[in-house]
């Protein structure tokens, strides 16, 4: 089993109440289901506003590595990913438990 774990952090100047921003969160919201690979998933926003935080996680699990590799290039996860990339940075972590 692969964990995934993706951290966003939100572009200086840019809110949550953003629409960009709301239809990529949505549109990670709506990947449960979509991607078969998907053995776990889970997606939120931050509940606190330290300093070091990141703004929103994600929280997935896969089978193997060739799962994540189809995970990564499914098309629900490329438009959902493209989005963040015009208002957002990120951290990844994949990691076998």
Known sequence: ??????????????????????????????????IPELEFWECAWNITDRPIAYDFAINSAVADEDALVRYIEHPAHQDAAGQWRAFATWVIADYAF
Not at 3 to 16: T, Y
Not at 24 to 32: N, R
């Open 1 to 34: 089993m692969i964990r995934h774990l993706v951290l966003f952090k939100l572009n200086d100047g840019v809110e949550r109440d953003d629409p960009r921003v709301v239809a990529g969160a949505e549109a990670f919201s709506k990947l449960q289901g979509q």
